[in-house]
T-cell receptor, first 114, second 115 residues
Framework: GENVEQHPSTLSVQEGDSAVIKCTYS??????FPWYKQELGKRPQLIID?????GEKKDQRIAVTLNKTAKHFSLHITETQPEDSAVYFC?????????????FGSGTRLQVQP | EADIYQTPRYLVIGTGKKITLECSQT?????MYWYQQDPGMELHLIHY???????EKGDLSSESTVSRIRTEHFPLTLESARPSHTSQYLC??????????????FGPGTRLTVL
């Protein structure tokens, strides 16, 4: 089955700096890679996702890159703000029939220092 | 408004009690999931369902059971609660049909404390 590894487990940056979170996956059939943000006491919420036919996707200050050959994908947050502080989870899945969806990484706790 | 609802939001019970955590969704989704999560920590899949009368065990052996009699409803039952079950339980759903992404949407969670 799929295995997703996420690094680092904790990340502290100064407000305005960039933050990068990296994930690797094992199943070459995976073709969908979402990122979730979970604020303290709240439910995980989708912030951005990418499909395997695209190498990069941006949405304002956040971007995700995908390297299918190396089987890794990354979340980039630029100009970080205190409200970006949260736990971020990457995930991978395949739409193939019979495959269970969404294997999550273990999470990264991002702390943005004002 | 389409959403995922979980009740109760908070529950404190004694050891040995039988409890059922409720999850309902108005998203029109076929697939539903239960996760166990200690605050801010890893998400552990405990059960999932592809549709009515379909249930599968996930990675975590939680001594719980689920049922899927109706598409929108996916309750989780603990037959005999123990202190080790103290955690947050998150329900989620996603769409099975079509070729779109398998995006999961989460409910607000039930925070369970077993004394």
């Amino acid at each position: 089955g799929e295995n997703v590894e996420q690094h680092p487990s904790t990340l502290s940056v100064q407000e305005g700096d960039s933050a990068v979170i990296k994930c690797t996956y094992s199943d070459s059939a995976s073709n969908y890679f979402p990122w979730y943000k979970q604020e303290l006491g709240k439910r995980p919420q989708l912030i951005i996702d990418i499909r395997s036919n695209v190498g990069e996707k941006k949405d304002q200050r956040i971007a995700v890159t995908l390297n299918k050959t190396a089987k890794h994908f990354s979340l980039h947050i630029t100009e970080t703000q205190p409200e970006d502080s949260a736990v971020y989870f990457c995930a991978a899945s395949s739409r193939d029939t019979g495959r269970r969806a969404l294997t999550f990484g273990s999470g990264t706790r991002l702390q943005v220092q004002p | 408004e389409a959403d995922i609802y979980q009740t109760p939001r908070y529950l404190v019970i004694g050891t040995g009690k039988k409890i059922t955590l409720e999850c309902s969704q108005t998203m029109g989704h076929d697939k539903m999931y239960w996760y166990q999560q200690d605050p801010g920590m890893e998400l552990h899949l405990i059960h999932y369902s592809y549709g009515v009368n379909s249930t599968e065990k996930g990675d975590l052996s939680s001594e719980s059971t689920v049922s899927r009699i109706r598409t929108e409803h996916f309750p989780l039952t603990l037959e005999s609660a123990r202190p080790s079950h103290t955690s947050q339980y998150l329900c989620a759903s996603s769409e099975l049909r079509g070729g779109g992404p398998d995006t999961q949407y989460f409910g607000p969670g039930t925070r369970l404390t077993v004394l």
